[in-house]
């Protein structure tokens, strides 16, 4: 059987890994040992005991497929080269290693809004901390912000962001919508400031202003993780890896690229690197057989943003309905994703 190698344990490697493994010999490289329901985490902030519905071991769905634990290094011609220097022999490479926060600052109580084990670590924080400081008006932002003012009365809560409106490339209606639910609930929006340093005690601003904090957390600088691609590979990174039509590094037909580490303009979520993953393993078969290849075309795809646990935002287009339903509609599409992992 041809090896499949699959850098990423995240939507987007495990779909193509999934779909693989009964024809291929198929080998998972990831960082951990298990699958995380990424777009869940931020409720283990104020709720630790959700992580546990977030996770799910990597062989337990994938019986056939091989598991390394472990970190790409670099990519050779037929080889991954771990970073332990161990290589893994592949005929066909699918690259879904996502990306990561580059963090402007590195202290005991700045927090980045990465994967369950980095919020556990904040959880114990928040309960001491009276003024807490998020930075970065993203859904991401936008959602953490919620999850702590919803369920924290009494803390100082700062929103800090770079644009003039929260979630700038959504909906105008979703964006007011959001500004005035995290007012409601006492929170300060600060627009048009930047960070530019942080003496321990006070975020400093690009204005010149100061914010004191307890604990602030980080949901800017996000980056592709490209640093193990090298060599002549390294003239395909651009903001993300560039593919062509079928999402293949051009001039690599046996290299594929999906969700977040790809180049492709679209919306980094959950929903998108998953059907990357399934395009590639239908165009991995084809190209394997002689058939022809499927074309990705990036869509305007509906979002559901939760406000905590009770409220949310579907955003479709033109269309934006807020409050108990998208919460539920959230909670649902959770459950049915870690469903098809956990049986």
């Given amino acids: 059987m041809k090896r ?22 198929v080998t998972l490289i990831d960082a951990e040992d298990f699958f995380e329901y990424t777009p869940g985490i931020l409720r283990t902030l104020v709720e630790p005991e959700h992580a546990d519905k977030l996770h799910a071991k990597h062989k ?44 402007p600052i590195k202290e005991e109580n700045i927090f980045f809004a990465t994967r369950v084990k980095n919020l556990l670590k904040a959880y114990n924080k928040i309960q001491k901390s009276k003024k807490i400081v998020i930075v ?4 991401v932002g936008v959602e953490l912000t919620a999850e702590i003012a919803t369920k924290y009365k009494d803390k100082k809560i700062s929103l800090i962001h770079s644009n003039p409106r929260l979630m700038n490339r959504n909906n105008v209606k979703t964006s007011e919508y959001c500004k005035k639910f995290l007012e409601k609930r006492g929170v300060e929006i600060i627009f048009n400031e930047r960070i530019e340093h942080n003496d321990k005690k006070n975020l400093i601003g690009e204005s010149g202003k100061s914010y004191p904090y307890d604990a602030v957390f980080y949901t800017v600088g996000i980056k592709p993780n490209v640093d193990f691609i090298k060599g002549d590979l390294t003239k395909y990174v651009s903001r993300g890896v560039v593919v062509n039509e079928y999402l293949q590094i051009p001039d690599k037909k046996n290299i594929f690229v999906a969700g977040d580490v790809s180049g492709v ?5 959950a929903q998108n690197a998953e059907k990357h993953g399934r395009l590639i393993a239908d165009n991995l078969i084809a190209l394997h057989e002689g058939k022809e290849m499927k074309k990705y075309t990036p869509k305007k795809r509906m979002m559901v943003i939760s406000l905590g646990k009770y409220s949310g935002i579907i955003e479709y287009k033109n269309f934006v309905m807020g409050g108990f339903i998208p919460a539920m509609m959230k909670s649902f599409i959770e459950k049915m994703v870690m469903r098809k992992f956990k049986g």
């Fill in 4 to 25: 499949v190698v699959v850098i990423g344990g995240g939507f987007a490697g495990t779909t193509v890994a999934r779909n693989l493994e009964d024809k291929f010999n």
């Fill in 60 to 103: 337990d769905y994938l019986p056939k497929a091989k598991i390394v634990v472990g970190y790409a290094r670099d990519i050779k011609d037929k080889s991954v080269v771990l970073s332990n220097g161990k290589k893994i022999n592949y005929d066909y490479l699918i690259i879904a290693s996502g990306s990561s926060y580059n963090a």
């Fill in 136 to 139: 970065g008006g993203g859904v």
């Fill in 265 to 269: 303009a679209e919306e980094k979520t």
